[in-house]
């Protein structure tokens, strides 16, 4: 027996598609089947990869009573957040307004017209301490339904008029005169500087304690502080060398094959929830190549984090590579061991395990003692394979000489399932992070990964006017992208145009931020979703729960906010073009970072960085003439360079061009190539070296 969902493209939703309960997917006709029953509709969000997910729905979802009690009650309706962030952000906020926390798996109960009025996150089958069980919560709902139904749609009334004007509040105003002061924009830098390193855990590394979550758009604005020459750079510099390398040595990295898991437990990183998602390895990869380009740190060295990066790169290429281009989703968490499905099964390893793979017994004891895997009575136990410290030489060593070998006999068991789908946003991270890896590391062989990505991007989500942001098997189907994805895609094109000079991604990302600018900003007000996309016939319930108000969610968390990256891609677009439009409009995104600042700097790390770029530049190269590896040599001196705020545009002197920077530059007299530095655009005497380009850029860091 199936319900619903069995023939739905997503992972999640097809995951669910044998159980009792009659799920089915989100939109009006769900709504207007719980109108014509007269029953409130049961909202569980979650994604394909989450543990807990799992955990209720095999403990509810698969639970014959338990689906007899919500299909007689409720109409059920399954969300996976990752195709549609616009419903879980909405019911996100509504959980957090009513509990004061949030997660997944996320349950909701709304009126017919999709108000909520009572939400929570994981519920257990039977009761816990301060903890009803879900029959319990459903037999609570269903009792205020039928009993107390004006109080719950007063309620219902309440919360949607709180979200909306909350949702409100956080629109921003583009369009309008917001030049900075430099003085005052450098200075609030700063003071963001100095306001993370309170909150630094010196101890651990990164931020805060437990959970702890790589807090990856923070360290790309800690980087490029770090680049420049303010009094706190070094702070910024310290800051991200001692995070990157507290991850890398703890067991959210997977030692063996790359990758970094979504987050850890514990404070000391040494617990992680296993999951691997592209968006976490994206901006980690980018945010390691990057590092590298700035040389390092005797706290967390070059060579350590190019290991790293590397290892990461192949992770996503050999791991969440797509057959036709692009990159799947995540990793789930769980996966089989000892006959059953476990979290992290695939990962951790006994000391038996060890000996059993490394033909060396002093190598395989040595190990296991450097990885602090249990002896006695608990050398069954498993755990994953870290340190928590820099290796020394001899452990290095030691490690590297059996990586491979260890790899190969962890292949061997049954790895976790993956959610084939490929998002547009994150894909467009995935290009920006191998387009600007592949330099770092001098390892030209990834810009072809990125180039097949960039390409389902470009032929496969976006149809010349519109971009979708979900496909499955080199299909895409379902809603218009989010602000989030035109501007992750957009920032990939430019990353890769940097990178290969070739002007079709130069021109994509214009087209997309064309776009973007007509179909997000209304009134002068940007918002997260277009409101005549495709989605909005399903978004009948998102726009009841919001009392009609658009939205949008200007906050850095996991990943960049949409805002934030359209501000930098913006930002870049100016730089290439002259676009004073872009560049106004980049301006008035970041004069939203006041208000994000006053909640804390980890709540606006990539605006912070869109900052910094914006107080440093533009710095624009353009490098004109010759061939092969003289040109080459410029090239990669120019994309070497940490400056925040510097684009590299490539081309031939004379040629037909669409990227204005390129214009009216000639190639040296002898034809050999010459590169150009202009800074706030006024441009300086061009050079053909890459010694010389080297001080041109120091200069004006």
Known sequence: MTNRLAGQASAYLRQHAENPVHWQPFGDDAFAEAARRDVPVFLSIGYAACHWCHVMAHESFEDPAAAEQLNAGFVCVKVDREERPDVDSVYMAACQAMTGQGGWPLSVFTLPDGRAFYAGTYFPPAPRPGQPSFRQVLDAVSEAWRDRREAVERQAGSLADALGGLFSDQLLGIGADARHDRAALASALGDAVVALARTEDRSHGGFGTAPKFPPSPVLEFLLRHAAGTAPTAEDARGLAGRTLAAMCRSALFDVLGGGFARYSVTADWSLPHYEKMLYDNAQLLRLLAHWVRLGGSEEFPEEEAREAASLTADWMVRELGLPGGGFASSLDADSERDGRRVEGGYYVWTRRELADAVADAD???????????????????????????????????????????????????????????????????????????????????????????????????????????????????????????????AEGALALYAATGDEQWYVWAEDLLGVASHRFIAEGLLSDAAADGPAASHARGVRAALAGARSLDPHDAEAPSGASLLAG???????????????AAAESIVAGLPRLLREGPRSAGWLLAVAQALLAGPVEVAIVGGAGEDRRRLQAEALASPAPGTVVAVGEPGAPSRVPLLADRPAAPDGGPLAYVCVDFACRLPVGTPRELRQELAAVR
């Open 363 to 489: 190598d395989a004891g040595r190990l296991a003692s450097l990885f602090g895997l249990p002896l006695g009575e608990h050398a069954s136990s498993a755990a994953p394979l870290h340190v928590g410290r820099a290796l020394t030489a001899e452990e290095h060593g030691r490690l590297a000489r059996h990586r491979d070998v260890l790899h190969a006999a962890r292949t061997l068991r049954t790895p976790p399932s993956r959610d084939e789908k490929a998002v547009a946003g994150w894909n467009g991270l995935a290009v920006a992070a191998l387009a600007d890896a592949a330099w770092a590391l001098d390892r030209p062989g990834l810009l072809g990964p990125a180039r097949a990505a960039a390409a389902l991007l470009k032929d496969v989500h976006w149809d010349g006017e519109r971009l979708l942001r979900v496909s499955h098997g080199g299909s895409a189907a379902g809603i218009e992208g989010l602000l989030a994805d035109y501007a992750g895609c």
């Open 569 to 583: 891609t913006m930002l870049a677009h100016a730089a290439y073009s002259g676009s004073a439009g872009h560049r």
